[in-house]
């Protein structure tokens, strides 16, 4: 399974509204991110599903995703919300057929810092700190198959998953 865990691009400043789960994506912010969702749609990217956080810039982004044509399949899910932890994703994501996982690009549109230490889980097992994924930027990992995980006793893409892709939007423009 390929893994990509997209950063929303760049938000209202914080304080403008009252929850910051309504803050859009600015002008510069919709217009990079469809700079950034068209540059991915010509290096031939296709996700097969595309789950974003209900927070308002978050969803815009995965919007302008299915817009580009990046992917069809778009469902919203509070697991994504800032400061989430990844266990609760990684039990939704271990109820799939494994059939359905196997091939699958999975595409997740959320925050920071949860993209940063969700991609250091995956990879080396632990929150470390020290990544961090830009407004609009991409990380994508490699999960292992399927077939050899057990969550949460045996084998888990936690410490498993290979990092093969890590850009900010400026290498994308």
């Not at 390929?2 to 400043?13: P, Q, S």
Request: proline share 8%; with cysteine; hydrophobic share 40%.
């Amino acid at each position: 399974m390929e893994l990509y865990l997209i950063r929303h691009g760049i938000a209202v400043e914080r304080g403008i509204y009252d929850e910051d789960r309504d803050r859009p994506l600015t002008d510069k912010g919709i217009a990079r991110t469809q700079q950034v969702a068209q540059r991915l749609q010509t290096l031939g990217l296709q996700f097969d599903w595309i789950l974003t956080s209900p927070f308002c810039r978050a969803s815009q982004t995965a919007q302008i995703l299915i817009e580009a044509g990046l992917g069809e399949t778009l469902e919203t899910s509070e697991l994504l919300e800032p400061d989430r932890p990844i266990e609760p994703w990684l039990n939704w994501l271990s109820a799939w057929p494994p059939a359905q996982i196997q091939d699958c690009r999975l595409a997740l549109v959320g925050h920071e810092p949860n993209w940063g230490d969700w991609a250091e889980q995956l990879i080396f097992g632990e929150i470390r700190g020290h990544l961090s994924i830009k407004k609009a930027g991409i990380v994508g990992l490699s999960l292992p198959p399927f077939e050899l995980l057990s969550w949460p006793e045996v084998r888990s893409p936690l410490g498993t998953s290979q990092l093969f892709w890590l850009a900010p939007p400026r290498l994308l423009l």
